[in-house]
Nanobody, 119 residues
Framework: QVQLVESGGGLVQPGGSLRLSCVGS????????MDWYRQAPGNQRELVAT???????NYVDSVKGRFTISRGNANNTVYLQMNSLKPEDTAVYYC?????????????WGQGTQVTVSS
């Protein structure tokens, strides 16, 4: 059974940093595209960052230069380093694994971790 568990969220002041982790079981992360999403109250879920098996990364414009997605393949983990945090970064952050095998497509999600940026 595939499980993704996020951690590392919390309350931080503007300008501060947090590192989110997404640990997986039941599947090998390094073989698949991994995403971080976020959802603020009243908003749609937004794709924040993506990393491919080859290490290519992509970010939404609002976090470029501040957030970094990376993999810890030895421990089946994906990270999101968030620096220079702003109040508008406040949201629940989710990791997602894009499973693809032939014609089979399935997304696996974690339960989310709350990030609150406030003074």
């Amino acid at each position: 059974q595939v499980q993704l568990v996020e951690s590392g969220g919390g309350l931080v002041q503007p300008g501060g940093s947090l590192r989110l982790s997404c640990v997986g079981s039941g599947i090998i992360f390094s073989r698949y595209i991994m995403d971080w999403y976020r959802q603020a109250p009243g908003n749609q879920r937004e794709l924040v960052a993506t990393i491919t098996p080859g290490g290519f990364t992509n970010y939404v414009d609002s976090v470029k230069g501040r957030f970094t997605i990376s993999r810890g393949n030895a421990n089946n983990t994906v990270y999101l380093q968030m620096n220079s945090l702003k109040p508008e970064d406040t949201a629940v952050y989710y990791c997602k694994l894009r499973f693809e095998l032939g014609t089979i497509r399935k997304d696996y999600w974690g339960q989310g971790t709350q990030v609150t940026v406030s003074s």
